[in-house]
T-cell receptor
């Protein structure tokens, strides 16, 4: 299995509080991704990174920010959490981008915003 | 916009039955990937199909890429309870950014195989 660790695995917090999720990889892969998975919507890309300090927005980036200060860590921050951000969040990594590149996923963070 | 439509959404069958799930799009993809996801875990890649008309086999699973590279199917022969899970197809499309590509996922087919 690809060395991807997401933390925390579960979190419950209140509306309006800041939340940071961490993704740590030991594969030295260049590309890292944050997705959210919701019933009826499937997996949707929030943000991704194509190198240290290089990030770009995905399909559902509003309300989220990311940072990547070193290759192995990709942080997802909800500046002021809302109930609509209750979801399961997955981090993924890939060694390259393009048609044939697979992505390897972590086991997810289940986030509940009350 | 959902580029990839999967059907059926849910499927419940008994052990030993055969089944086919579909992944369709109006867009052409240079390749499609199939993942399986079990409860509490992230998706795991099963296969990538690249060439139009390509057929790949993984034990009892057969994957086919349509000739026009707009659709794909997954056929499972003699399903077993261990096949239970969420099956996702995914393909790359060009994002709005100049920096790379975004992997688009279908919503998945949830398969339950009972003994």
């Amino acid at each position: 299995d690809a060395g991807i660790t997401q933390s925390p695995r579960h979190k419950v917090t209140e509306t309006g509080t800041p939340v940071t999720l961490r993704c740590h990889q030991t594969e030295n892969h260049r590309y890292m991704y944050w997705y959210r998975q919701d019933p009826g919507h499937g997996l949707r890309l929030i943000h991704y990174s194509y190198g240290v300090k290089d990030t770009d927005k995905g399909e559902v980036s509003d309300g989220y920010s990311v940072s990547r200060s070193k290759t192995e860590d990709f942080l997802l921050t909800l500046e002021s959490a809302t109930s609509s951000q209750t979801s399961v969040y997955f981090c993924a990594i890939s060694s390259g981008q393009g048609a044939n590149q697979p992505q390897h996923f972590g086991d997810g963070t289940r986030l509940s915003i009350l | 916009t959902q580029l990839l439509e999967q059907s059926p959404q849910f499927l419940s069958i008994q052990e030993g039955e055969n089944l086919t799930v579909y992944c369709n799009s109006s867009s052409v993809f240079s390749s499609l990937q199939w993942y399986r996801q079990e409860p509490g875990e992230g998706p795991v890649l099963l296969v990538t199909v690249v060439t139009g008309g390509e057929v790949k086999k993984l034990k009892r699973l057969t994957f086919q890429f349509g000739d026009a590279r707009k659709d794909s199917s997954l056929h499972i022969t003699a399903a077993q309870p261990g096949d239970t899970g969420l099956y996702l197809c995914a393909g790359y499309s060009t994002s709005n950014s100049n920096s790379g590509y975004a992997l688009n996922f279908g919503k998945g087919t949830s398969l339950l195989v009972t003994p």
